[in-house]
């Protein structure tokens, strides 16, 4: 008879105590060009990221040219007075660098990865791109081309199209929030090379733009290389632009773009509410969570698990613009998709939703899933030298505290029940809420019009 062998258990490993963990404080400093400098050294990081913030928002736009911002960004890395595009994009090629940029409300940021031992040289592309850049006629025609052919494909995405009515529903006219951030076909089409540069000369200095590094500096003199780089950024003083407030008009509607035939029904429900300069903005972030933030969040939980009427569906807080007097704002919005036949019950649940929250307030138990998922997982979402860059990048942005986001997660762990449910019921009035559809109109305008949610009216898809 042959006998069975004697399997063996290892132990089981165990868990370490937990390390204490707290967001990077970065080191606060000006070039003599008066370029502001943010730095962090964060040991073991050997892909260096850098964030460069320029003070030309959206609303500094000439009338007309929305867009110009997005061209001008993009326009960076498409040749210097020493490097034809084609050579430029070789030589961060050589760097093992990356080099991204992008315009938005608050302005135009500049995003470069690069390995540390090549970081010299990245540093010296992305000062070139920005103390003189090519902005050669066929370059920015062809971005300009680029960005027309990227219009259709937008307004054929029902969640951009969403977002755009959204916002030409929320903001008065003559607000640049109200329109598109990357411009729109008719204004697009009037940008050359001149207009791009124009821009640039009006609003583009080291005085009043920021400069954020982040990675394993160790060996590094980073004053040194960065006064041979971007400190070699020359440029008029000029004092930062004001930010004006924010205004937007949140009367409870409904607005159906509509799509003859669409088998789904995108929504976006929102409003403007609190910035990160408001105190409430922690228990809005944690009520915001649990209403809508995941998985086992309350919408999902009924209208995806109980009804099935959707993959899932999403509440979130957006800040668009950020003051230090109060005259910034978020958006706060819901968003999703769900089958046509069923766009009538869903929204009518989801307002349930809403105002069981506001009967009933939030549970301890889902107030502590939250915060275990937005304080516990910090660690690792800040595990990399471009995620911290990034965060601290928004703080300038946004004008807050060097040490804002350190103490955003202390806040968030100390944060009660009540609180975060006040602050989720004023986040979402089931009466102050503009409703966006991109969906058949002929299907679901009526079954939404029964549900009494606002005046409901329907506009082309275009």
């Not at 960076?76 to 007075?81: A, H, Q, R, V, Y």
């Not at 069923?342 to 939030?362: F, I, S």
């Not at 019921?425 to 969906?439: D, Q, S």
């Given at each position: 008879?042959?006998?069975?062998?004697?399997?063996?258990?290892?132990?089981?490993?165990?868990?370490?105590?937990?390390?204490?963990?707290?967001?990077?404080?970065?080191?606060?400093?000006?070039?003599?060009?008066?370029?502001?400098?943010?730095?962090?050294?964060?040991?073991?990081?050997?892909?260096?990221?850098?964030?460069?913030?320029?003070?030309?928002?959206?609303?500094?736009?000439?009338?007309?040219?929305?867009?110009?911002?997005?061209?001008?960004?993009?326009?960076?890395?498409?040749?210097?007075?020493?490097?034809?595009?084609?050579?430029?994009?070789?030589?961060?090629?050589?760097?093992?660098?990356?080099?991204?940029?992008?315009?938005?409300?608050?302005?135009?940021?500049?995003?470069?990865?690069?390995?540390?031992?090549?970081?010299?040289?990245?540093?010296?592309l992305l000062a070139d791109a920005l103390r003189a850049p090519a902005f050669a006629d066929s370059?920015?025609?062809?971005?300009?081309?680029?960005?027309?052919?990227?219009?259709?494909?937008?307004?054929?995405?029902?969640?951009?199209?969403?977002?755009?009515?959204?916002?030409?529903?929320?903001?008065?006219?003559?607000?640049?929030?109200?329109?598109?951030?990357?411009?729109?076909?008719?204004?697009?089409?009037?940008?050359?090379?001149?207009?791009?540069?124009?821009?640039?000369?009006?609003?583009?200095?080291?005085?009043?733009?920021?400069?954020?590094?982040?990675?394993?500096?160790?060996?590094?003199?980073?004053?040194?290389?960065?006064?041979?780089?971007?400190?070699?950024?020359?440029?008029?003083?000029?004092?930062?632009?004001?930010?004006?407030?924010?205004?937007?008009?949140?009367?409870?509607?409904?607005?159906?773009?509509?799509?003859?035939?669409?088998?789904?029904?995108?929504?976006?429900?929102?409003?403007?509410?609190?910035?990160?300069?408001?105190?409430?903005?922690?228990?809005?972030?944690?009520?915001?969570?649990?209403?809508?933030?995941?998985?086992?969040?309350?919408?999902?939980?009924?209208?995806?698990?109980?009804?099935?009427?959707?993959?899932?569906?999403?509440?979130f807080g957006q800040v668009l613009r950020s003051a230090p007097d109060g005259t910034g704002a978020?958006?706060?919005?819901?968003?999703?998709?769900?089958?046509?036949?069923?766009?009538?019950?869903?929204?009518?649940?989801?307002?349930?939703?809403?105002?069981?929250?506001?009967?009933?307030?939030?549970?301890?138990?889902?107030?502590?899933?939250?915060?275990?998922?937005?304080?516990?997982?910090?660690?690792?979402?800040?595990?990399?030298?471009?995620?911290?860059?990034?965060?601290?990048?928004?703080?300038?942005?946004?004008?807050?505290?060097?040490?804002?986001?350190?103490?955003?997660?202390?806040?968030?762990?100390?944060?009660?029940?009540?609180?975060?449910?006040?602050?989720?019921?004023?986040?979402?009035?089931?009466?102050?809420?503009?409703t966006v559809l991109v969906g058949d109109a002929a299907q679901i305008e009526e079954p939404v019009?029964?549900?009494?949610?606002?005046?409901?009216?329907?506009?082309?898809?275009?």
């Amino acid at each position: 008879m042959t006998e069975l062998a004697t399997m063996q258990f290892h132990p089981q490993p165990q868990a370490g105590e937990a390390k204490p963990w707290a967001f990077p404080a970065p080191e606060r400093a000006t070039l003599d060009n008066g370029l502001t400098v943010l730095r962090c050294h964060r040991p073991g990081q050997q892909v260096v990221a850098v964030e460069v913030l320029l003070d030309a928002p959206l609303d500094a736009e000439p009338a007309g040219l929305d867009g110009v911002a997005t061209i001008m960004a993009r326009a960076f890395s498409e040749g210097t007075d020493k490097h034809s595009a084609e050579e430029f994009a070789a030589e961060l090629e050589r760097c093992g660098a990356t080099l991204d940029a992008h315009a938005d409300h608050p302005g135009v940021r500049l995003s470069l990865e690069v390995p540390v031992s090549r970081l010299a040289k990245a540093l010296g592309l992305l000062a070139d791109a920005l103390r003189a850049p090519a902005f050669a006629d066929s370059e920015v025609e062809r971005l300009v081309r680029n960005r027309l052919d990227e219009i259709p494909h937008e307004m054929a995405n029902p969640a951009r199209r969403a977002a755009k009515e959204l916002s030409k529903e929320l903001f008065p006219s003559s607000s640049r929030m109200s329109r598109p951030r990357q411009g729109t076909e008719a204004t697009v089409e009037d940008i050359d090379s001149a207009a791009v540069r124009a821009f640039y000369e009006r609003h583009v200095r080291p005085a009043t733009a920021t400069a954020v590094v982040v990675g394993d500096l160790t060996g590094i003199d980073l004053d040194e290389l960065l006064g041979e780089t971007l400190g070699a950024w020359t440029g008029s003083p000029a004092a930062p632009r004001p930010v004006p407030p924010v205004t937007a008009d949140d009367t409870g509607r409904v607005i159906i773009v509509d799509r003859p035939g669409a088998v789904q029904t995108q929504l976006l429900i929102g409003r403007i509410g609190a910035d990160r300069h408001d105190r409430v903005w922690p228990a809005q972030v944690l009520g915001t969570y649990c209403l809508g933030g995941t998985l086992t969040s309350r919408l999902d939980r009924v209208l995806r698990e109980e009804k099935g009427y959707t993959y899932g569906v999403r509440a979130f807080g957006q800040v668009l613009r950020s003051a230090p007097d109060g005259t910034g704002a978020a958006m706060l919005a819901i968003s999703g998709s769900v089958d046509t036949p069923n766009t009538g019950p869903a929204l009518d649940d989801l307002w349930k939703v809403l105002r069981t929250l506001a009967a009933e307030g939030l549970t301890d138990a889902e107030r502590d899933v939250a915060v275990q998922n937005l304080v516990g997982v910090a660690p690792l979402k800040f595990e990399t030298a471009a995620a911290v860059a990034s965060s601290l990048a928004d703080q300038v942005e946004q004008h807050l505290p060097d040490d804002y986001q350190a103490t955003l997660y202390q806040a968030l762990a100390a944060t009660g029940t009540v609180e975060a449910t006040a602050a989720v019921v004023n986040a979402f009035p089931v009466n102050r809420l503009v409703t966006v559809l991109v969906g058949d109109a002929a299907q679901i305008e009526e079954p939404v019009k029964a549900l009494g949610i606002g005046e409901v009216s329907v506009v082309a898809a275009e």
